[in-house]
């Protein structure tokens, strides 16, 4: 699969965006798919995900917030995101993989500390106080 991240930019806080990430080669075998987002000096932490069975988590600083959905007719995933703060400043990446397995293999069902074999390169997103 092959993974294409759009929509990020600078905003003020407060305000809205929403991402995209377009999914192609044999997208409907790859299931769960998550945005991540890493900011300068931080480590990456996982945002939203969706499973095989199109269950959704949220980290708990973006629940309320944000809104993951997914459209399989276009085979893409988008995070609208709103109230934006600063502190939701980063690269923003999208991943997919076919089953969830954590840093040492094992299966899990942390979908935000799933350890994705497909990455996107990510779209950066700036917000401004």
């Known amino acids: 699969v092959q993974l294409v991240e759009s929509g990020g930019d600078s905003v003020q806080a407060g305000g809205s965006l929403r991402l995209s990430c377009e999914a192609s080669?044999?997208?409907?075998?790859?299931?769960?798919m998550a945005w991540f987002r890493q900011a300068p000096g931080r480590e990456r932490e996982g945002v939203a995900g969706?499973?095989?069975?199109?269950?959704?988590t949220y980290a708990d600083s973006v629940k309320g917030r944000f809104v993951l959905t997914r459209d399989d007719d276009q085979d893409t995933l988008y995070l609208q995101m709103n109230d934006l703060k600063p502190e939701d400043s980063g690269m923003y990446y999208c991943?997919?993989?076919?089953?969830?397995?954590?840093?040492?293999?094992?299966?899990?069902?942390?979908?935000?500390?799933?350890?994705?074999?497909?990455w996107g390169q990510g779209t950066q997103v700036t917000v401004s106080s």
């Open positions: 080669k044999y997208p409907y075998k790859y299931r769960f």
């Open positions: 969706i499973d095989n069975l199109d269950r959704i």
């Open positions: 991943a997919a993989d076919r089953e969830l397995r954590d840093d040492a293999g094992w299966t899990t069902g942390d979908i935000l500390r799933a350890a994705f074999a497909y």
